[in-house]
């Protein structure tokens, strides 16, 4: 089946934890083996236990203490950290030959927009023979106006393009919109219609921004940024459907060879009508 990592990434708080958890639950039942893999250095608690856990090369805590580094510098410190020391982390996953990664990474902004660490680990899985889809989580306050949706939208589209690999974005925390916004509003930003968000846009802004509204727009139109899909952890069919997506981008599963049911679980499920 190949090895495949879901790289999770998104601003602070955006609810990349709350994703990785809600996959873990969501692949045992549909009974895959997925491995969740921490990298961010200042993680506390975990419902599944990682795998792979950088908190066992270092931590933003021990950073800060031994060198008096703030949380900021001293994430970045880590993750430079863990580029000296990949070698670590390429051991880390060696036990796992034909595996399912879903990688939990921090949310500081500046490492999906102008460092190279990101790329680094890219790097490294590929060399490891993983297909690597980034998964970039934002949350639905983006979709409160429209100026917040282009902020949210250009640091994704960064993302997407310092790492070159098949990418998602994922709008999280749909269960908190659901009953406060009108289902036409919520297409405007799912099912882009970048004219009315041209017009969206201009209204909440002085003129002399229009044309960098138009610019703006037009960017969302030609990296096709129209791929956002919805995740409410309450309801399975969201993930579902966002595992269905990562599983085209990556190629899932479309080396294996289809399996002939063993007699007894063939009989059990009730013949050819059970199979899936
Ligand atoms: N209602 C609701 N709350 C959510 C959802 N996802 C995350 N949250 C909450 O948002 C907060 C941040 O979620 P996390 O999953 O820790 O976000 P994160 O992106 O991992 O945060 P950092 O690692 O600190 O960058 C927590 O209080 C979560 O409980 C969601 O889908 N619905
Ligand atoms: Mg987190």
């Known amino acids: 089946m190949g090895k495949v990592a879901q790289l999770v990434m998104?601003?602070?708080?955006?609810?990349?934890?709350?994703?990785?958890?809600?996959?873990?639950?969501?692949?045992?039942?549909?009974?895959?083996?997925?491995?969740?893999?921490?990298?961010d250095p200042a993680a506390e608690n975990f419902e599944y236990e990682p795998t792979v856990d950088i908190r066992e090369l270092i931590t933003l805590d021990d950073v800060m203490e031994e060198l008096q580094y703030g949380p900021n510098g001293g994430l970045i410190y880590c993750m430079e950290f863990l580029i000296e020391n990949l070698d670590w982390f390429e051991e880390e996953l060696q036990d796992y030959e034909d595996d399912y990664l879903v990688i939990d990474c921090p949310g500081q902004i500046e490492l999906y927009t102008h460092f190279t660490i990101m790329r680094q680990i890219v790097e490294m899985l590929q060399r490891l023979n993983y297909r690597v889809c980034g998964v970039y989580i934002l949350d639905s306050q983006f979709i409160e106006?429209?100026?917040?949706?282009?902020?949210?939208?250009?640091?994704?589209?960064?993302?997407?393009?310092?790492?070159?690999?098949?990418?998602?974005?994922v709008m999280s925390k749909m269960d908190l919109v659901g009953t406060t916004k009108k289902q036409s509003e919520l297409d405007r930003f799912f099912d882009v219609d970048t004219s009315l968000l041209l017009e969206d846009a201009n209204k909440e802004t002085r003129s002399k921004f229009h044309d960098l509204n138009r610019?703006?727009?037009?960017?969302?139109?030609?990296?096709?940024?129209?791929?956002l899909l919805p995740l409410n952890i309450n309801d399975e069919d969201s993930v579902t459907l966002i595992l269905d997506?990562?599983?085209?981008?990556?190629?899932?599963?479309?080396?294996?060879?289809?399996?002939?049911?063993?007699?007894?679980?063939?009989?059990?499920?009730?013949?050819?009508?059970?199979?899936?």
Not at 215 to 227: G, K, T
Not at 252 to 268: H, T, V
Request: proline share 4%; aromatic share 8%; hydrophobic share 35%.
């Open 10 to 39: 998104g601003p602070a708080g955006s609810g990349k934890s709350t994703y990785c958890r809600t996959m873990l639950t969501h692949s045992q039942s549909i009974k895959r083996s997925f491995h969740l893999v921490n990298l």
């Open 145 to 169: 106006d429209t100026s917040k949706f282009f902020a949210g939208v250009m640091s994704a589209m960064s993302a997407m393009l310092q790492l070159e690999i098949p990418h998602i974005n």
């Open 215 to 227: 610019a703006l727009v037009r960017l969302i139109d030609e990296y096709n940024m129209v791929n």
């Open 245 to 276: 997506h990562i599983d085209r981008a990556v190629q899932y599963g479309e080396d294996l060879e289809p399996k002939e049911p063993r007699d007894e679980e063939f009989e059990e499920e009730g013949g050819y009508g059970e199979m899936d």
